[in-house]
């Protein structure tokens, strides 16, 4: 029987304002581009000091951070608190989800508006603040799904951009659970709306008509468990929608965002994209760094359906060591979570049929943790590099940079200190989210928070966690981030598309006749300003001035410029010949 929590204590009001002033000593600061040590003054929130030999206000909480690396605390990009699938809902809502979260050192998550079947995006958004606000933890974006297009929706995205803090939109490209594919006609479409608004869309990239065909075939082959997840969703569907998608926005000269990306091939993709020009983001999540798809054929069922989620893993086997590597290199951007946690019973939904299991896995606790034992602790990448891909990169891309993502006076107090020698072992018995399994069962990783400090109040220390529940806030998100649209703009200015100016055309041509049938024509074009008439006079050249080698005689007195007004008088410095005042 789990035994009763412990009621929150009072704290009494002479005391309120020293928990909000907070001094950090002897840490060594890392933001993406640089690194040093200096010491931390947090009041009211907010970043106040930074430097040596700080003057601070008395009754300041001191945490000593000698050896340890004063860090912004993560950004995940990708969490589906609340989720449904299949009829059945993540047991992860906006509080234990925004709980584990801080418990792992990611101080602000960016979660998903899903509308419901006919539901408008704004009564989406709504909704999804209002279950939001009263539960987080820590900050929060959100990103709004589209499931349909029409005007309204069109309407509704500009509504949202301008009014209520979205700058980001996403679509599937091939069905995913409850969510339904959009095809390219209606994704050039969105592309180009969110090129007008200063919106940045986000994709879910999968060629949904060969996994089609590809479950048809595994189905065939009398395979219903797990592993038909991976057989039906092969890497080259992955890779092609990526190269689609960024070809899409490219053709429309809009950024593009490909979220989870799992195989080596669509990683390829990305990283030649990038090397031509092409404005594009990765995001990778930790799952894909630690694990491959032999998780499919593990013989417990529980245990496989545990790793079932869209793109899977990849049977490769050095898919996460490569993925690391681009990551580290800047090839790939940003990590997320994809945090969409649901139990065994929820899972075993599709324990006779694989398409029926609902997709998704934890990470939001764990992200921090696997990501620098993967990648910094294996030597592939520096600590900035560490702070870029987890928190920095992911704020300037969704426009929240200086204000998260990173160390600096003004910043918001959203700081974690990093242990890099604590060790902790993942394991489902002992984490913060609501799920009975963890895909990162007996991970043990070298590195970890040790303290988190969210929104200015400390949350995790050696006492454990402490969260308030509605603490968070949303955070408005302004369109049109310099970091993702200063390409774009630049490119519209010169890519402008323009008419050729020609001579008409003159000589034989066939045309339809009245009957509908075609016959040979001989096609004379008018000489240039004679369009309406065939007098000699006043033809223009092809710039559009008066030809001074025509007749310029009319009955009339008509001229080509008789609409431009003359001047009164006009003074000539040097006349041919000289100046009459001049001395000969």
């Known amino acids: ?194 090129r007008q608004l200063g919106a940045l869309l986000t994709v879910h990239a999968e ?23 991976v057989l039906s969703r092969p890497e080259e569907a992955e890779a092609e929608a990526v190269y689609r998608a960024i070809a899409l926005a490219s053709m429309v000269n809009a950024p593009v965002y490909i979220s989870k990306v799992m195989s080596r091939m669509s990683a ?47 049977l490769d086997s050095t898919t996460p060591e490569y993925l690391t590597d681009l990551l580290a290199n800047d090839d790939l951007q940003v990590t997320g979570s994809d945090h969409c946690t649901f139990d065994a019973n929820q899972k075993a939904i599709g324990k006779d049929d694989f398409r029926k299991i609902p997709v998704g896995a934890n990470g939001t606790e764990d992200r921090l943790s696997v990501v620098w034992e993967k990648s910094v602790v294996s030597g592939k990448m520096d600590i900035n590099r560490f702070v870029a891909v987890t928190s920095a990169t992911a704020a300037k891309i969704f426009n929240v940079y200086p204000r998260k993502g990173r160390i600096a006076v003004g910043s918001d107090a959203d700081v974690v200190i990093w242990d890099p020698n604590s060790t902790r072992t993942i394991s489902a018995s002992s984490q913060q989210q609501k799920t009975d399994f963890n895909i990162f069962e007996g991970l043990t990783c070298r590195g970890a928070p040790s303290v988190v400090i969210n929104g200015g109040c400390v949350s995790v220390d050696e006492d454990g966690l402490h969260v308030t529940q509605g603490g968070g806030r949303f955070i408005s998100a302004v369109s049109g981030s310099e970091f993702v649209y200063g390409r ?59 030809n001074l080698q025509d007749s310029s005689f009319s009955l009339s007195g008509a001229q080509i410029d008789d609409n431009v007004p003359q001047r009164a008088g006009m003074k000539v410095s040097q006349p041919p010949g000289g100046k009459s005042s001049s001395i000969w």
Not at 511 to 526: A, C, D, H, I, Q
């Open 1 to 194: 029987m789990a035994s009763a929590r412990t009621p929150l204590k009072k704290v009494p009001i002479h005391l309120q304002s020293a928990q909000l002033r907070v001094f950090i000593k002897g840490g060594r600061i890392v933001n993406d581009d640089q690194s040093f040590t200096a010491d931390v003054y947090i009041e009211d929130g907010v970043i106040k000091q930074i430097g040596n030999n700080l003057v601070v206000p008395g009754g300041s909480r001191i945490i000593e951070a000698k050896g340890k690396f004063i860090i912004p605390g993560g950004l995940d990009t990708c969490t589906h608190f609340e989720q449904s699938c299949y009829g059945t809902v993540s047991p992860d809502d906006f509080y234990s989800g925004t709980r584990a979260a801080i418990a792992g050192g990611t101080t602000t998550v960016i979660d998903f508006v899903v509308p419901e079947v006919n539901q408008s995006l704004l009564d989406a958004y709504k909704r999804c603040r209002e279950s939001a606000d009263a539960k987080v933890c820590c900050d929060y974006l959100l990103q709004v799904c589209l499931t349909d297009w029409n005007d309204k929706v069109s309407q509704e995205m500009e509504v949202l951009v301008k009014d209520n803090g979205i700058n980001s939109f996403h679509v599937f490209m091939a069905n995913v659970g409850d969510q339904r594919a959009f095809p390219e006609s209606v994704m050039y479409q969105v592309l180009k709306r969110c």
């Open 207 to 229: 060629n949904g008509c060969l996994i089609e065909e590809k479950t048809k075939e595994v189905i065939s082959h009398g395979i219903a468990g797990p592993e038909g997840h």
């Open 268 to 314: 390829d993709v990305i990283h030649e994209q990038r090397r031509k020009g092409k404005v594009v983001f990765g995001e990778v999540i930790p799952a894909a760094l630690a694990a491959d798809g032999s998780q499919y054929f593990n013989r417990s069922w529980r245990h496989a359906a545990g790793f079932v989620m869209s793109p899977p893993l990849r």
């Open 488 to 546: 774009i703009r630049e490119r519209e200015k010169l890519n402008k598309p323009s008419r050729v100016v020609r001579e008409p055309y003159s000589g034989p041509a066939l045309s339809y006749t009245s009957n509908g049938t075609l016959e040979s024509v001989k096609v004379v074009s008018p000489l240039p300003g004679t369009e309406k008439g065939e007098e000699f006079h006043n033809r223009v050249t092809r710039s559009g001035g008066r």
